[in-house]
């Protein structure tokens, strides 16, 4: 007994398109121009729906397909729209967080270096003002004898005494003043320099006339 094998169904399948294509290559040729054309698009547009059957079912299934994936990529698109929005938006807020941070960095170290400055020069303020204190005192511990020598002599020491006292009143004013005022370092080298010039102008007056007086004693 001999048996027969069906054919595969991708046999059909090529056999069916033959067919196909045999009745197609007989049909077209009779048809009118018009339906030609309109023929032709139809098969474009099969192809492009990748069906084979040109029924209006094939054609309404490929479409709803296609509707479907149309909405499914829409609304894909929307998702990655919104996200990035959010994306821009936490972008933004972090943007200002930095300039927030780089502002507070740069508020901390000018409250650092401010406090730093300011600390130093009140330490160096309060050693002027001992200076001039320690100063004052070693001017306010010079007494100066009148010589019993001569009127010039004489005349010469009360001038120098009134502008000694005229000088320590100033000293002191500006010394109060100053106490009161912001620190003003040149100020106060200039008026340590000059307290100390005077010391020296003193000292040496106390000696010329110490020295004249020995020499009038022997």
């Keep these: 007994m001999v048996t027969t094998q069906e054919p595969s169904a991708s046999t ?5 398109i033959v067919l196909k294509q045999q009745i197609t290559d007989a049909i ?3 048809l009118s121009p018009e339906i030609r054309e309109k023929l032709e698009a139809l098969t474009r547009v099969a192809d492009l729906l990748g069906i084979d059957d040109m029924s209006f079912a094939s054609y309404s299934s490929a479409i709803t397909r296609l509707s479907s994936r149309e909405s499914d990529a829409q609304h894909t ?14 972008l933004q807020a972090m943007r200002h967080e930095e300039q927030l941070i780089e502002s507070w960095i740069e508020r901390l170290d000018l409250d650092l270096k401010t406090s730093e400055s300011a600390s130093t020069i009140e330490r160096r303020r309060e050693l002027l003002l001992k200076k001039a204190k320690e100063d004052r005192a070693v001017l306010e511990t010079i007494v100066v004898d009148p010589p019993p020598t001569t009127f010039a002599d004489l005349t010469a020491q009360q001038a120098a005494n009134e502008r000694r006292a005229q000088s320590i009143k100033s000293k002191r004013a500006q010394i109060k003043a100053f106490r009161g005022l912001p620190p003003n370092l040149e100020l106060a080298r200039q008026q340590l320099k000059a307290a100390r010039a005077a ?4 000292i040496q007056t106390r000696e010329r006339l110490l020295g004249r007086m020995a020499d009038g004693v022997a």
């Design 12 to 16: 059909q399948r090529a056999t069916s």
């Design 199 to 202: 010391q020296m102008k003193l």
């Design 77 to 90: 698109l929307n998702r990655l729209a919104y996200v990035e929005q959010e994306l821009k938006n936490h």
């Design 28 to 30: 077209i040729p009779k």
